[in-house]
């Protein structure tokens, strides 16, 4: 229990000095968001306008006061408001966080439905012609940028067939049709790294666990070949590929911003865009502790799964 | 049927006609959807809050007055309007319009809207202006009498701007309540806004259109895609590329002015750009067509001078072209300033925008040809203004427009008695110009005020404050259903947005 206490202790340590140093970078760059605002299209603002808007939005205030007081706020859950028009930080990460994970979620689900049976046959006929042509794209889905392929899949179903809008967003319980039709690009141009990644694991994966001894043994007990694969082969071959599937879920918290961006997808990764641009420090902060929160939350319940399946791992 | 590559080419070649029936959006009769560049930060009547956020101003509030689509004042919430005198300004109320509460437009709404926007906290884009009134008198309901504290000839313009929306004295703090033609129903955070027609909008059979829906594009390839694709009807911020593509598709029309433009600033307070010679050498050794060419594609023409519009009654074609291409004039100028081999120096712009970051580099290779050598300096735009408002720089590239098509809107630019910004250069006075622009500004005699402003062109030729370098076009592009909506003359494009209650579409 001792080992537990602490892990979560450093866990909540390393949250406050991500906090912290978010905080201090985002400030100490040049830029005043005050003066950013009034300017936006190119003009000049009166500079007693800008100092009255420094004024209203605390910035005036000695930078230790305000980390004071951006961390007292975390403490009691509050992220602060927005810079630009006052809208409540948390607000903002709840509303959009969920597009997120769901824009993630259905690029891990394509990449699954996909990436493991082509990686299970590419291993199966190992060398076949298959095989090749799999791996061949496979590496280059991994080569071309994301943005690339975002904007040939806008190209070519959007402005040439005209099957799918080129991007936007609308609430499921507002139009469930619509909603999943435009989700559909973009997840699939999440899921087209990801599929290259599960596709390689499974095969490199699958290939491992053919040439182990218990499949031997499970052939040799006249076990039928189907019952082989699913059973023995496979199952044992998803372990390390659902753990590397995890992580590159993790590093997409933050990671989806060119393909939101192409999209027109209003996730977490646009408004932190826009905020670093028109240094929103509160948005920023918020939004990188809440990204760099659930990536040690993950990491921290992987460690506590791990330790409760393997002793050795508390008493180390 | 056998696979034959004729057969999968031919499957190609037929790809674009098989398009599924209701993929689509449909067309919803009386609404428009519009692809805005930016989801607006704030729709507060009088702060400066950028272009995306003033279209929706010009859709839900209304001023004293506005434009015509030929870019004349005409009159809004005021059916008249004069000046008595040099100082006073004199506005009749219409008699029917009405907040979106329901309530009549009263001069004591007015007197309310210009004493919030001067107050001394705040953040109005026109605070320091409408601190000039002296007083304000109500004589009646209908009657607002203005009295600046010195004669001011630009007061109509300045009550023109979408930043002069006037609303409710009775809106609850945060709520502004216009009386402009639509009325914002809901939005969806970041994403759209959804708009309808106002029932009791001052001018009758107007707004057209029963609804809008404005939707936020910020990937410019993107917006253009969502026209194309059907998504939206009209889109602003047309990208230079898309253009030529855009006018050869006959199910759109594009509409485009030149209006903002770029030029160069400098910092005078040290070096060699503190000696004006210098400055105009720079001004005659810049190629401009390069600059259209590589910045804009084409879409754009060179500013050869201070940045007056051919259309403007304050155009003169001679001095308009007054620093045009002669790099042999240029490296005299440097050799009487006492840099016949140039000099080394730098060039701040920004990598954000590809048009700022195009510019500099044509400027970098013109300035190379006659020995100055420049480096680009190029961080992002919030590290831009903060270095060029605190003068942490040599020479600038900027883009702007000015407020409106009157001349007076280029003090701003080149006043150098204002507090130091990043639109203007740095530690950079001519008292002359200074003199002439406060004077045309009082001048109500427009042949007198043509004569001051050519005489100012002439100043700003010989001591180059800033640097024009190339207008740029300013386009919307819409499907070819789409009617009434007219991109509006010169610095005005960014008013367009007012014309939204005259479109109609089908």
């Given at each position: 229990m001792g080992w537990a206490a602490r892990r979560i202790g450093v866990s909540l340590l390393l949250v406050w000095v991500v906090a912290s140093i978010v905080f201090l970078a985002i400030h100490l760059v040049p830029g005043d968001p005050a003066e950013l605002l009034l300017s936006s299209g190119g003009v000049a603002p009166d500079p007693g306008a800008v100092a009255e808007l420094r004024d209203r939005l605390g910035l005036n205030l000695p930078l230790a006061q305000q980390y004071v007081s951006f961390l007292s706020g975390v403490v009691r859950g509050d992220l602060g408001t927005s810079?630009?028009?006052?809208?409540?930080v948390l607000d903002e990460i709840l509303l959009r966080l969920p597009r997120t994970l769901e824009l993630i979620a259905a690029g891990a689900l394509i990449a699954v439905l996909v990436g493991i049976p082509a990686g299970t046959l590419a291993a199966l006929r190992r060398g076949s012609a298959f095989d090749r042509i799999a791996s061949g794209l496979a590496a280059l889905l991994l080569a071309v940028p994301v943005f690339v392929v975002g904007t040939l899949l806008v190209l070519v179903f959007a402005q040439i067939l005209r099957w799918m809008p080129a991007g936007g967003y609308v609430p499921l319980a507002e139009d469930p049709w619509r909603h999943l039709t435009l989700l559909a690009l973009p997840a699939l141009a999440i899921g087209k790294g990801l599929v290259a990644v599960v596709f390689r694991m499974t095969r490199a994966s699958v290939l491992d666990a053919l040439s182990r001894d218990f499949v031997r043994t499970a052939r040799a007990k006249g076990l039928s070949p189907s019952r082989v694969l699913m059973r023995h082969v496979v199952r044992n071959a998803l372990i390390p590929v659902l753990t590397v599937l995890a992580l590159h879920m993790g590093t997409l918290l933050g990671g989806t911003v060119l393909v939101e961006y192409v999209f027109n997808w209003p996730g977490l990764s646009t408004p932190l865009l826009r905020a670093v641009e028109a240094r929103d420090y509160p948005m920023v902060v918020g939004i990188v502790l809440t990204i760099s929160a659930l990536f040690v939350l993950l990491n921290l319940v992987m460690d506590l799964v791990y330790a409760a399946l393997d002793p050795r791992i508390r008493h180390a | 049927m056998r696979t034959t590559r004729r057969a999968l080419i031919a499957a190609g070649a037929g790809l674009p006609f098989l398009r599924l029936a209701g993929a689509q959006a449909q067309r919803t009769p009386g609404l428009l959807r519009f692809g805005l560049s930016a989801f607006p930060p704030?729709?507060?009547?009088?702060?400066?809050?950028?272009t995306a956020a003033a279209t929706v101003k010009l859709l839900i509030h209304r001023g004293l007055l506005s434009y015509d689509t030929q870019g004349n004042l005409r009159g809004e919430l005021a059916e008249e309007w004069r000046n008595e005198g040099a100082e006073a300004w004199v506005f009749r109320l219409r008699p029917n319009a009405v907040f979106h509460n329901g309530e009549p437009v009263t001069a004591s709404d007015i007197k309310w809207n210009l004493e919030q926007i001067a107050a001394e906290r705040s953040t109005a884009y026109y605070r320091a202006e409408m601190q000039g009134i002296s007083r304000i008198e109500?004589?009646?309901?209908r009657t607002v009498r203005i009295v600046m504290k010195s004669p001011v000839v630009t007061l109509p313009n300045w009550m023109a701007s979408y930043h002069m929306g006037m609303v409710s004295r009775r809106s609850p703090a945060g709520q502004p309540i216009g009386a402009g033609?639509?009325?914002?129903?809901?939005q969806e955070r970041g994403t759209s806004l959804d708009l309808v027609a106002f029932d009791k909008y001052y001018k009758p059979g107007l707004p057209k259109l029963r609804a809008l829906k404005l939707v936020a594009y910020a990937d410019e390839n993107l917006r253009v895609a969502a026209l194309q694709a059907g998504d939206v009807d009209l889109i602003e911020y047309v990208p230079w590329q898309s253009m030529a593509s855009i006018e050869a598709d006959e199910r759109f029309k594009l509409d485009t002015v030149d209006g903002p433009f770029m030029y160069l600033l400098f910092n005078a307070t040290r070096g060699p750009l503190a000696d004006a010679r210098v400055r105009r050498a720079i001004a005659r050794a810049i190629r401009r067509d390069d600059i259209v060419k590589a910045a804009f594609f084409g879409r754009g023409s060179p500013l050869e001078g201070m940045p007056i519009q051919p259309n403007s009654e304050f155009y003169d074609p001679e001095l308009s072209k007054g620093w045009r291409y002669d790099p042999a004039e240029a490296r005299r100028l440097l050799a009487e300033a006492g840099h016949p081999n140039g000099f080394s120096t730098s060039i701040l712009a920004t990598a954000q925008y590809g048009m700022h970051k195009n510019t500099a580099e044509v400027v970098q290779q013109s300035l190379a040809d006659i020995g100055i050598q420049a480096e680009l300096r190029l961080p992002d735009w919030a590290t831009r203004v903060s270095l060029g408002n605190r003068g942490q720089y040599e020479i600038a590239v900027n883009g702007t427009s000015t407020d409106?098509?009157?001349?007076?809107?280029?003090s701003n630019l080149v006043n150098g008695s204002l507090s130091p910004s990043y639109v203007r250069s740095y530690g950079l006075r001519v008292p002359r110009l200074e003199e002439l622009m406060a004077q045309a500004r009082a001048e109500f005699d427009r042949a007198k005020r043509r004569e001051i402003y050519r005489d100012a062109q002439r100043v700003v030729l010989e001591e180059a404050p800033i640097v024009g370098l190339a207008w740029r076009s300013q386009g919307y592009a819409m499907a070819r259903e789409v009617t009434g909506f007219k991109n509006m003359p010169g610095s005005l494009?960014?008013?367009?947005?007012?014309t939204l209650e005259e479109t109609a579409i089908g």
């Open positions: 810079l630009v028009d006052e809208y409540p | 704030s729709v507060q009547p009088w702060a400066n809050t950028g109500t004589p009646d309901e033609p639509f009325v914002i129903r809901s409106n098509n009157d001349p007076d809107g280029l494009s960014f008013f367009s947005g007012i």
